[in-house]
């Protein structure tokens, strides 16, 4: 039996077609002697059959049949781990006698015998893969014998390093460390199966993030090895960890052109895959040629391959494009379309950096475009003809017929969308020189604007942006057709995506007109309120560039845009630009439109007596806001006070100019984070005085200037300086007048010499 045991081993670890002289070596390596009329009996047996199918045919009949005797024993001491020791002559003797002897190898008690040796051996083979230090020398060289025996029991594979790296309990990194140790030692040995397999695990280390540059050397050396399975682990470590700065890539030149000329079309296709990756300027220089040559190989496999690597040698080494682009040309009239479909590509690519060097390719194109059913290359044309629309104005009228019959029969929804993307292109260009459009473009537009309805409609968020975005180039050229997805483009708004809402804001920003603007700003701030962090500000920004485009131009209603400003400014936020926004167009209304001053001083003293301005959420935005409150309420009180049009009395607006006045002397005021602020506080107070001298009672003048004494001190020791100043500048006007006088103590009293004429409006005036 030990025949069938070498046998097999041999067959389990790879030799299909086991010699008599393996046969031999396994059974003298564990001490045994050979019988040769056994040995030649057993490949007679043997000889012209399937071995695969025996064991199959073989395993199923072992379910069906008991076995007992010898032949239980020794499947159970099988089972317990046996070792492949040499079998001795006696009980190979007795096992036949107890199961009946006989030679036939494939049949009767001795055909069960094998079966259950069988099944032996692949426990020993599995055993070999966990824990292969339990295992006799002997079977390691049955299932590699190309191994030593040493080596077999220690070399691990990458299964076992990606089990033990899944297992380890501990750091990890020890772990790895250990290994990386391993494969060194492992890169030292003349073995190739060894060193490529040790390749093999460096390469998943650094997939990892562990460096692997130290063994460029080596991995060189793999790739020049003759077996394609040790070959391919080469090229993909070369291509995965390879640079620019690779040095030893200088190597690769004669090993790649060995590679181009073998008869092996897959050991071409290896080195091109890996010439793609780790390509430099002087590989392309020097390969260009053979790459050249490849591209005429009878094998579609290799032209294709050796078309697509032109890019990147491209790329590498420009001069390149020149010397070879006749080649690339004569390609696109292959029978093979695969080879037709690489070409495209990399002129596809090559168009997007310089689109003008191509425009002579557009017949070619063109024609690929009316006869090609390919979707993906016809993806490729078309692409390419529309980067070649702006280079060639000529051509976009050309293909609007082409590409609504593509767009009308094709079920595709990919190469659907690439030819409405180019149709919106060239909508740009089809305008004849006298102004007037082709007769089939209000067709083909409706065509587009309907498909991409479709789109946005589709519960596939993909879909739903591509539709947004087709809407977003369909508009550069006829923005009245977007008006009719008003409704679904707001409720685009709720959707969860965040790349779709602001795709459909951008979209709701081009349809803005004076007669739709309320409802569509309405809309938008309803989303701001319920928005937050960047979305929030993005719908900020979006309003107010919308109603302040063209002076204004979308607002029909500056009383209900007022109210959309201080909305907007109570808005918590971080985004300083937009508070500055707000801040400018509030001045900037009240200098332009003199009509609504009165309203708007009215709505500035309510948001400065809102505590929520100072202490809510949205200080950091209504801080800024603040400024202009002051400002407008300084210049404009006058007219606040005397609005006829305004229902409340005078003494209800006189009421509201003290509590400006009492809300900008407030102690919090000084601990505002924007200076002018402050400093145009105390600007607007000074007019506020004025306001009052003319418009009030004495008594309440006096109380309004005894407030700005008792507070100003505050303000005089501001950190800034310009709110010093002015803050010293109004407590010297307000002194000096004879106001406020009762706020000081009595020895300043007595120190200022005073008119006891009594203050009148004119007298302030006159002073200023």
Same mark, same amino acid.
């Given at each position: 039996m030990r025949h069938v045991a070498a046998f097999l081993l041999l067959v389990l670890g790879g030799n299909t077609t086991p010699s008599a002289a393996d046969v031999e070596k396994v059974i003298t390596s564990v001490g045994g002697e050979v019988d040769s009329?056994?040995?030649?009996?057993? %490949?007679?047996?043997?000889?012209?059959?399937?071995?695969?199918?025996?064991?199959? @045919?073989?395993?199923?009949?072992?379910?069906?049949?008991?076995?007992?005797?010898? @032949? *239980?024993?020794?499947?159970?001491?099988?089972?317990?781990?046996?070792?492949?020791? &040499?079998?001795?002559?006696?009980?190979?003797?007795?096992?036949?006698?107890?199961?009946?002897?006989?030679?036939?190898?494939?049949?009767?008690?001795?055909?069960?015998?094998?079966?259950?040796?069988?099944?032996?051996?692949?426990?020993?083979?599995?055993?070999?893969?966990?824990?292969?230090?339990?295992?006799?020398?002997?079977?390691?060289?049955?299932? /590699?014998?190309?191994?030593?025996?040493?080596?077999?029991?220690?070399?691990?594979?990458?299964?076992?390093?990606?089990?033990?790296?899944?297992?380890?309990?501990?750091?990890?990194?020890?772990?790895?460390?250990?290994?990386?140790?391993?494969?060194?030692?492992?890169?030292?040995?003349?073995?190739?199966?060894?060193?490529?397999?040790?390749?093999?695990?460096?390469?998943?280390?650094?997939?990892?993030?562990?460096?692997?540059?130290?063994?460029?050397?080596?991995?060189?050396?793999?790739?020049?090895?003759?077996?394609?399975?040790?070959?391919?682990?080469?090229?993909?470590?070369?291509?995965?960890?390879?640079?620019?700065?690779?040095?030893?890539?200088? %190597?690769?030149?004669?090993?790649?052109?060995?590679?181009?000329?073998?008869?092996?079309?897959?050991?071409?296709?290896?080195?091109?895959?890996?010439?793609?990756?780790?390509?430099?300027?002087?590989?392309?220089?020097?390969?260009?040629?053979?790459? %050249?040559?490849?591209?005429?190989? =009878?094998? &579609?496999?290799?032209?294709?391959?050796?078309?697509?690597?032109?890019y990147k040698l491209f790329l590498r080494y420009p001069q390149g494009l020149r010397l070879s682009f006749d080649r690339l040309k004569e390609r696109m009239e292959e029978p093979d379309v695969s080879v037709v479909s690489c070409s495209v590509n990399v002129i596809c690519e090559l168009a997007n950096k310089k689109p003008k060097n191509y425009v002579g390719l557009a017949p070619q194109f063109f024609r690929l475009l009316t006869t090609s059913s390919n979707n993906w290359m016809l993806i490729k044309v078309v692409k390419l003809m529309s980067s070649l629309v702006p280079e060639e104005p000529r051509l976009a009228r050309k293909l609007l017929d082409p590409l609504a019959t593509i767009i009308q029969n094709t079920p595709a929804k990919s190469l659907l969308y690439e030819c409405i993307s180019t149709v919106t292109t060239a909508l740009l260009y089809t305008q004849k020189s006298d102004g007037t459009q082709p007769r089939n473009v209000p067709a083909?537009?409706? %065509?587009?604007?309907?498909?991409?309805?479709?789109?946005?409609?589709?519960?596939?968020?993909?879909?739903?942006?591509?539709?947004?975005?087709?809407?977003?180039?369909?508009? =550069?050229? /006829? &923005?009245?057709?977007? *008006?009719?997805?008003?409704?679904?483009?707001?409720?685009?708004?709720?959707?969860?995506?965040?790349?779709?809402?602001?795709?459909?804001l951008e979209?709701?920003?081009?349809?803005?007109?004076?007669?739709?603007?309320?409802?569509?700003?309405?809309?938008?701030?309803?989303?701001?309120?319920?928005?937050?962090?960047?979305?929030?500000?993005?719908?900020?920004?979006?309003?107010?560039?919308?109603?302040?485009?063209?002076?204004?131009?979308?607002?029909?209603?500056?009383?209900?845009?007022?109210?959309?400003?201080?909305?907007?400014?109570?808005?918590?936020?971080?985004?300083?630009?937009?508070?500055?926004?707000?801040?400018?167009?509030?001045?900037?209304?009240?200098?332009?439109?003199?009509?609504?001053?009165?309203?708007?001083?009215q709505k500035m003293i309510e948001f400065l007596l809102d505590e929520d301005a100072v202490t809510g959420p949205g200080a950091k935005t209504t801080c800024q806001v603040l400024y202009a409150a002051g400002w407008i309420i300084g210049e404009f009180i006058l007219e606040y006070v005397e609005d006829e049009d305004d229902d409340d009395d005078d003494d209800g607006r006189l009421d509201d100019v003290m509590n400006a006045a009492d809300h900008m002397l407030l102690p919090r005021t000084t601990s505002l984070p924007v200076a002018p602020v402050q400093a145009v506080y105390m600007q607007a107070l000074l007019k506020l005085l004025m306001v009052m001298v003319d418009k009030a009672d004495e008594a309440t003048v006096d109380s309004l200037a005894q407030m700005i004494v008792e507070r100003l001190p505050a303000f005089v020791q501001s950190e800034h300086i310009e709110v010093q100043e002015r803050a010293c500048g109004v407590q010297e006007i307000v002194l000096g007048l004879g106001l406020g006088l009762n706020a000081l103590s009595a020895d300043d009293r007595a120190n200022r010499v005073f008119d006891s004429q009594p203050l009148r409006f004119e007298t302030l005036f006159e002073t200023f």
């Amino acid at each position: 039996m030990r025949h069938v045991a070498a046998f097999l081993l041999l067959v389990l670890g790879g030799n299909t077609t086991p010699s008599a002289a393996d046969v031999e070596k396994v059974i003298t390596s564990v001490g045994g002697e050979v019988d040769s009329e056994q040995l030649e009996a057993l %490949l007679k047996e043997v000889e012209g059959k399937d071995i695969y199918e025996v064991i199959a @045919a073989g395993q199923a009949k072992l379910a069906t049949v008991s076995v007992g005797g010898g @032949a *239980s024993a020794g499947a159970a001491a099988a089972s317990s781990g046996g070792a492949a020791a &040499p079998v001795k002559e006696e009980k190979e003797e007795e096992e036949e006698a107890d199961l009946g002897g006989g030679m036939d190898m494939f049949g009767g008690s001795m055909g069960l015998l094998f079966l259950h040796l069988m099944e032996w051996i692949a426990l020993c083979k599995r055993e070999l893969i966990d824990c292969p230090a339990r295992l006799e020398p002997a079977i390691a060289l049955a299932i /590699h014998p190309n191994l030593t025996a040493a080596s077999a029991m220690f070399e691990k594979t990458l299964a076992d390093l990606v089990k033990g790296i899944r297992s380890c309990k501990g750091d990890v990194s020890v772990y790895i460390s250990q290994s990386m140790q391993e494969i060194k030692t492992e890169l030292k040995s003349t073995d190739p199966f060894i060193k490529s397999q040790a390749i093999r695990k460096l390469t998943y280390l650094n997939m990892q993030g562990y460096d692997m540059s130290w063994a460029a050397f080596h991995t060189v050396e793999v790739m020049s090895y003759e077996r394609f399975a040790h070959k391919r682990i080469g090229y993909l470590a070369a291509s995965q960890s390879f640079t620019q700065n690779t040095d030893v890539v200088l %190597l690769c030149t004669n090993l790649f052109k060995k590679e181009f000329g073998s008869v092996n079309e897959y050991e071409v296709g290896l080195a091109l895959n890996a010439m793609a990756n780790i390509c430099t300027l002087d590989l392309a220089r020097d390969l260009l040629g053979d790459i %050249l040559n490849l591209m005429n190989s =009878h094998k &579609p496999y290799v032209r294709k391959k050796a078309t697509l690597i032109l890019y990147k040698l491209f790329l590498r080494y420009p001069q390149g494009l020149r010397l070879s682009f006749d080649r690339l040309k004569e390609r696109m009239e292959e029978p093979d379309v695969s080879v037709v479909s690489c070409s495209v590509n990399v002129i596809c690519e090559l168009a997007n950096k310089k689109p003008k060097n191509y425009v002579g390719l557009a017949p070619q194109f063109f024609r690929l475009l009316t006869t090609s059913s390919n979707n993906w290359m016809l993806i490729k044309v078309v692409k390419l003809m529309s980067s070649l629309v702006p280079e060639e104005p000529r051509l976009a009228r050309k293909l609007l017929d082409p590409l609504a019959t593509i767009i009308q029969n094709t079920p595709a929804k990919s190469l659907l969308y690439e030819c409405i993307s180019t149709v919106t292109t060239a909508l740009l260009y089809t305008q004849k020189s006298d102004g007037t459009q082709p007769r089939n473009v209000p067709a083909i537009v409706k %065509l587009c604007n309907d498909h991409l309805r479709r789109y946005i409609e589709d519960p596939d968020q993909n879909l739903r942006y591509l539709g947004l975005v087709g809407l977003s180039n369909l508009m =550069h050229s /006829h &923005p009245h057709v977007i *008006s009719d997805h008003q409704h679904v483009i707001l409720e685009c708004l709720s959707v969860e995506d965040t790349t779709i809402r602001l795709r459909a804001l951008e979209l709701l920003v081009g349809m803005v007109n004076p007669d739709n603007a309320s409802g569509i700003i309405e809309e938008l701030m309803r989303h701001t309120v319920v928005a937050d962090g960047v979305y929030r500000q993005d719908l900020m920004a979006k309003i107010l560039l919308v109603c302040s485009v063209q002076k204004y131009q979308n607002v029909s209603d500056f009383d209900w845009y007022l109210g959309i400003l201080v909305q907007l400014a109570t808005v918590p936020g971080e985004n300083a630009k937009n508070a500055a926004e707000i801040t400018r167009q509030l001045v900037d209304l009240a200098v332009r439109v003199k009509g609504i001053r009165a309203m708007l001083v009215q709505k500035m003293i309510e948001f400065l007596l809102d505590e929520d301005a100072v202490t809510g959420p949205g200080a950091k935005t209504t801080c800024q806001v603040l400024y202009a409150a002051g400002w407008i309420i300084g210049e404009f009180i006058l007219e606040y006070v005397e609005d006829e049009d305004d229902d409340d009395d005078d003494d209800g607006r006189l009421d509201d100019v003290m509590n400006a006045a009492d809300h900008m002397l407030l102690p919090r005021t000084t601990s505002l984070p924007v200076a002018p602020v402050q400093a145009v506080y105390m600007q607007a107070l000074l007019k506020l005085l004025m306001v009052m001298v003319d418009k009030a009672d004495e008594a309440t003048v006096d109380s309004l200037a005894q407030m700005i004494v008792e507070r100003l001190p505050a303000f005089v020791q501001s950190e800034h300086i310009e709110v010093q100043e002015r803050a010293c500048g109004v407590q010297e006007i307000v002194l000096g007048l004879g106001l406020g006088l009762n706020a000081l103590s009595a020895d300043d009293r007595a120190n200022r010499v005073f008119d006891s004429q009594p203050l009148r409006f004119e007298t302030l005036f006159e002073t200023f």
